[in-house]
């Protein structure tokens, strides 16, 4: 039961560039979130699907488009990457009755 | 504006000596108080959920209480393997998706 995988692990990207995060669960949950964390600020939520087919704007949208591709795969669009981007960014999925959230390992993202 | 604030932002204990650590959240429309650890270069793993003041849950060596105003995680006896950053968080008061969280407590713990 690998719960949640994000692909690729780590990436690095020149200024301006795009990319895709990908993100895949198989716990059958309904929503699923995309988290950005830099030193001494938190996990921020940047796009949130509360079920398929939906998506919505966390705390820091700006920069980024979101796809709920079906159930189980939520990706995070960089559509022109800038320095301030570079963070960690953590995908994660949410069992519907205790609200418990369920994190992947971690997407290492640096922008020159 | 909904928040979450954390303290200590660091924490080193000897191998046995008890301690807590402190998490404040803004009031209006809780829905849930959430408590995380996160290892170095792993994401967050889901501890407890608080609801109501008053509520306690317990997991080998963490408790964790909620007041009106704070969430306390105390932790009795802590062994080496405690060593992670404690993670707390609050349902939103506009929506329960809409986690916030706190910029978290590294704990130490020193054999």
């Known amino acids: 039961n690998a719960g949640v995988t994000q692909t690729p692990k780590f990436q690095v990207l020149k200024t301006g560039q795009s990319m895709t995060l990908q993100c895949a669960q198989d716990?059958?949950?309904?929503?699923m979130y995309w988290y950005r964390q830099d030193p001494g600020m938190g996990l921020r939520l940047i796009y949130y699907?509360?079920?398929?087919?939906?998506?919505d704007k966390g705390e820091v949208p700006n920069g980024y488009n979101v796809s709920r591709l079906n159930k189980r795969e939520f990706s995070l669009r960089l559509e022109s990457a800038a320095p301030s981007q570079t963070s960690v960014y953590f995908c994660?999925?949410?069992?519907?009755?205790?609200?418990?959230?369920?994190f992947g390992e971690g997407s290492r993202l640096t922008v020159l | 504006e909904d928040q979450v604030t954390q303290s200590p932002e660091a924490l080193r204990l000897q191998e046995g000596e008890s301690s807590s650590l402190n998490c404040s959240y803004t009031?209006?429309?809780?829905?849930?108080l959430f408590w995380y650890r996160q290892d170095p270069g792993k994401g967050p793993e889901f501890l407890f959920t608080?609801?109501?003041a008053g509520e306690e849950k317990e997991k080998e060596r963490l408790k964790a209480t909620l007041t009106k105003k704070e969430s306390f995680l105390h932790i009795t006896a802590p062994k080496p393997e405690d060593s992670a950053t404690y993670l707390c968080?609050?349902?939103?008061?506009?929506?329960?998706?809409?986690?916030?969280f706190g910029s978290g407590t590294r704990l130490l713990v020193r054999p």
């Open positions: 994660a999925s949410s069992d519907v009755h205790t609200g418990e959230l369920f």
């Open positions: 716990m059958n949950h309904n929503s």
């Open positions: 699907s509360a079920s398929e087919g939906t998506t």
């Open positions: 009031v209006s429309g809780l829905r849930g």
């Open positions: 608080l609801y109501s």
């Open positions: 968080a609050r349902g939103g008061a506009d929506s329960s998706y809409k986690l916030i």
